[in-house]
């Protein structure tokens, strides 16, 4: 798998893509925001601990300086990217009435979701595209398959990243390139303490799940190694949905 860079690994989701792609072999790259670097060096130890090599890198990923910053800090120290995680997101959470939403709002969810996942490829691509079988996971949700209310900015950005898969996805093929997206369902996180009750929460998701247990961020990690991997070789501008048939209900 080369060299690894996931967005958004300080925590969550990203933190165990990080960790399972280390396992497999990868070199990985933890972006992470200021003031989050306990966390992403807490990580990096985990990882060289265990054998592996990583790196912690900062960056705001809709800034394009910083994004360009970050590729270039991430060949020094490991190599070319040759997979790309784009994992980063903000307002997975925060409910807000959609008359509420300021522009600024509006603005900074498509920002870092939807633009951060644009300027990461787009920084990247000389690497990915120079290594012969580069591949790309955009973390998309099911939030656009089922709509959802108090969440315009958010679901909005998440709906636009299956297109941003499927077109991108198009463009890179004749350069070896593979773009795939994931939408995660109901996947145990921290961010989850703003909906309340755990244990509420695990019987509500239970009831609307085809399999009755709360998905983990390992389920997320296990589908973004298989799509980075050789067995997709032949696999791209596809949306898996990792949601325990959540959207089939």
Avoid at 92 to 120: E, I, K, P, S, Y
Wanted: glycine share 10%; charged share 15%.
């Amino acid at each position: 798998m080369g060299v690894a860079l996931v967005t958004g690994a300080a925590g969550g989701i990203g933190r165990r893509i990080a960790a399972r792609l280390a396992a497999d072999g990868a070199a990985v790259a933890v972006n992470h925001l200021p003031g989050e670097e306990p966390a992403a060096e807490a990580l990096v130890a985990e990882i060289t601990a265990a054998g592996g090599r990583a790196a912690a890198v900062v960056a705001d990923v809709s800034d394009p300086l910083q994004v360009r910053a970050m590729i270039d800090t991430v060949r020094e120290r490991l190599g070319p990217v040759t997979a790309l995680v784009c994992n980063a997101a903000t307002s997975v959470a925060a409910v807000r009435d959609w008359h509420t939403l300021t522009a600024a709002d509006w603005q900074r969810v498509l920002a870092v979701n939807v633009t951060g996942a644009f300027l990461c490829v787009q920084a990247a691509y000389p690497d990915l595209a120079a290594a012969g079988d580069g591949a790309v996971v955009v973390m998309s949700s099911v939030t656009p398959l089922i709509g959802r209310t108090g969440n315009l900015h958010y679901v909005t950005s998440k709906a636009a990243l299956i297109g941003f898969t499927r077109a991108l996805a198009r463009e890179v093929g004749p350069d070896g390139v593979r773009v795939n997206a994931i939408a995660p369902g109901a996947i145990r996180t921290p961010d989850e303490a703003v909906y309340g009750d755990p244990d509420e929460l695990a019987a509500t998701m239970a009831a609307l799940q085809s399999l009755r247990r709360r998905g983990e961020p390992d389920d997320v990690a296990a589908v973004t190694s298989f799509l980075l991997g050789p067995d997709a070789a032949f696999l791209t501008g596809q949306l898996l949905v990792v949601d325990g048939g959540w959207v089939m209900h």
